[in-house]
């Protein structure tokens, strides 16, 4: 298979912007040649392949040169966030193979210090409690083209804002009635300079400090400052941050922190055929189009590992893509790519039939059971052998026969002979059909001198069949997963569809009635593996039982998006 589009030479170098950055300070011994990154997700959703991105890049880095990497949970807005989300951000963590130590933070836990740093700025005259209504604030802002007004309270004297902050804080004030706000500069060119409110009143229950807070500190306050504290020397976030970063200085300078940790932007990853936006994730499992946070066809972490994703692969797939300055939507292909890759050497194949059609070998011993040898991966011969019975019933693929065949089928038909993997040939010789004229099942020979699926007189077949003995077989429902969305980039909305209407009918097909070989009981659950000529799968934990083991699929073999792209293409080639 072609490798989707990527320039891994290019992707080095783009990686190169932040690593150059910080080879530059370490050289000019800034930060006493040290290298604190963080990661600092806000607990109000699940983590996406968004999320693995930053991840891999923060504690890469810190890994990279011999520093630190903190996992901080950016809480300030209790109203959307919950414990659910930090416990289940902890877990993906883990399970991408990143380990924070000691270093678990909670920007909640420096709320007393954001409030010392919100009085010290209201001390230097840098900051004044405001009592515009948020109506009245957007229309003093201004706009892109129109300076804005100081507010009629920007004046207040230090010892007025003193005493409104504090009564703010001691809960004497409802909600929205005032704000504390820096006060720098109503005309500047950056809306995020104009007097950005700092803190605001929230009489709203926090996950970790209970009721204790009645006011609560703005992202651009509370996390530049955040990361002062830690001692963050390399803060890396998106590039809609960028706007930000004078007023992220600002703070920083006005209040003379210990550490000046700089602001790094890279540009955020966007995957094509599915949506990234939590706002959109939520909406999607509250509106349960999809079964929840974990559905195995959404991008977050806890989906691709119930998809069958490796941790290994999601971190090559995010070394491939590098880090670069401008936004660009990252092929989803790519993704599907660097889990085959990776799968296609270490997950044991097994075989399973998927639509099983029956097969009834006549010249084979009632009551016998054979055990056949098998290769558990030809990539890779340490991987072992294990032994596959074979029986006189057996089920193949429905799709495997065709009565009426063309003449490029070289799979079952009647008069056929093909090979069945790691057994023997078998030649179909009559098929049995019921009242409706469906074929149920077909009726072969087998040929005792081909054992091992090769004939002693050289004679050559043109297939080989996966198969599973009837007897032995055990029965699984089997959840073909495929992308969520049929249309490249749902989120975008050009048509005037909402995202939701762009869903791929085809998304999920749920099969009930699979035959697995025997040793499939056996696999350790969490690893995934290859269902020979149909893919990858992995054991669904949550919703097996111990009557019914279920499969989901990670990826087919091949990317048949591709291929269906290109034949679309041929189509309208020919059309012209
Ligand atoms: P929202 O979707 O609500 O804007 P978010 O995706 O920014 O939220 P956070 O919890 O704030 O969620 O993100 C934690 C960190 O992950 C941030 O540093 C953010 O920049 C980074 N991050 C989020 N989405 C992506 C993405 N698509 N690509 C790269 N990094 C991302
Ligand atoms: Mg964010």
Redesign the pocket.
Known sequence: MKEPSCDEKEAVERVNFIQQRIVGDLAAEENSGQVHTR???????Y?????A???C?NFGLAKKFAGACNLRF?DTNPAKEDVEYVDSIKEDVKWLGFDWGENEFFASDYFSRLYDYAIQLIELGKAYVCDLSPDETRKYRGNLQEPGRNSPFRERSVPENLDLFTRMRAGEFADGSRVLRAKIDMASGNMNMRDPVIYRIAHVEHHRTGDKWCIYPMYDFAHGLSDAIEGITHS???LE?QDHRPLYDWFINQLDTLVKPQQIE?????LSFTV????KLMQLVNDNLVSGWDDPRLPTLSGLRRRGFTPESIRNFCERIGVAKRNSMVDVALLEHAVREDLNKRAARYMAVLRPLKVIIENYPEGQVEELDAVNNPEDESMGRRKVPFARELYVEQDDFMEDAPKKFFRLTPGREVRLRYAYYIRCERVEKDEAGVVTALYCTYDPATKGGSSPDGRKVKSTLHWVAAKTAISAEVRLYDRLFSDPDPAAEKDGEPFTKKINSDSLNVLENCQLEPALAAVASKQTVQFERLGYFIFDEQDSDSEKPVFNRTVTLRDNWAKKAKAQQNQNRKKK
């Open positions: 990661f600092p997700p806000e607990p109000n959703g983590l996406h392949i968004g999320h991105k930053s991840i890049l950016d890396i976030c998106t941050f890279f540009a955020r990853l966007n990234m936006s939590k706002r």
